[in-house]
């Protein structure tokens, strides 16, 4: 799996592509952080750093930002 740096500087993707990318690592990571919480698994497996990456990420590109929260998880 890509992280969000590779696909920020992957010349070949033009912005819309390198956000759509993010977005889908961020549902992911969102996905995987929600089982470690309700699986009672180690939270501190860097789940949120690399929420907090993607989320930097889709900044630099001046997307949409999607609501953030214990709503999305």
Known sequence: MRDAKDIL???SL???VKIEKL???LSEARGLQRAATEGG???EDGSTRTLRDIELALEQLNADMPETGAATL
């Open 9 to 11: 500087s992957d010349n």
């Open 14 to 16: 033009d912005r819309t």
């Open 23 to 25: 977005r889908e690592l």
């Open 41 to 43: 698994m180690d939270n």
